[in-house]
């Protein structure tokens, strides 16, 4: 069995389970075993019923950065997804590093925004967890990166009109109710002709799978905190690009993020780990993710601001 299932969506359905899901390299039986799983784990929630826990994100600051941390997992497993194909954006695109400021918003502790500093860029962080704020500020100190971090609201964010050239959403679309009035204020502090960069999670039957019943309910596997994602505020690709659309964005590009490796030995890592036998930061690079086209887990995508 394999995790590349074809995704699809068809007359921009919002069906969770796939019109038609693929497993290539599956025996028959368990192409049916799973699809009958999925299908039958597919409505314990009824639609926005349940919010993911934004707290976390304070109670966990000190994870952000710390080789066991479960935050710090998310420096292996997705920035070598994301910062390469952020980097091919930016080349493109003719960006010119220099003199240009890019808003990371939904910062956390600063895993993506000293990436992009040690680019060359002039970067601001955003993000409401107080505590991720001042965790990120002691980091890029003592990495001597100079980088802006604010506490506030991705809804509301605080500064001028056209302030920036590029602004990045990551990992964050997905934890926020209100999530067109990120894209809002993005465009609203975005130069005309900037880029809005991002990340997020599709719905679909596999990301309720991997990111709800293995990673955080199955008592066997889970290894997130209860509640740091919810389902039903996972956000499929169509919807994305229509609020892109409507917030005056023209959307460019999609990509897709696959877990590395064969789905056995990955959850054999995540008992590893579980057990404590690696760190976070090796669980990481061990799952990391890689770029694909097909969008049925995570994807990431960009969009220019219209003129």
Known sequence: MAFDILYQEKNQSTSALTD???????????????????????????????????ELFDSLSNSWWSENGYFNLLKWFINPWRLPYFKAVIAENGIDPRNKRVLDV?????????????????????????????????????????????????ETLPFENGSFSVVTCCDVLEHIRRWELVLRESARVLQPGGLVFYDTINRTAMSKLIFIKITQ???????????????????????????????????????????????????????????????????????????????????????????
Request: with cysteine.
């Open 217 to 307: 309910e199955w008592r066997l596997t889970r290894i997130a905190p209860k509640d740091l994602h919810s389902w039903e505020m996972f956000i499929k690709p169509h919807e994305l690009l229509q609020s892109l659309k409507k917030q005056g964005f023209d959307n460019k590009d999609l990509v897709g993020g696959r877990l590395y490796g064969n789905p056995i030995e990955a959850l054999r890592n995540v008992r590893r780990f579980k057990k404590g036998e690696i760190t976070a930061a090796e669980l990481g690079r061990r799952l990391r993710l890689k770029k694909t086209r097909k969008l049925w887990l995570s994807y990431a995508g960009y969009a220019v601001r219209n003129r």
């Open 20 to 54: 038609k899901a693929e497993l290539p390299y599956a025996p028959h039986i368990w192409k049916r075993v799973l699809i009958t799983f999925l299908q039958s784990h597919l409505s314990s929630h009824p639609m926005g019923s349940h919010l993911a826990d934004n």
């Open 106 to 154: 939904g910062c956390g502790g600063g895993l993506f925004a000293e990436e992009i500093a040690s680019l060359g860029f002039t970067v601001a962080g955003i993000d409401q967890s107080g505590k991720s704020i001042e965790v990120a500020r002691a980091h890029s100190r003592h990495t001597g990166l100079a980088i802006d971090y604010l506490s506030g609201s991705a």
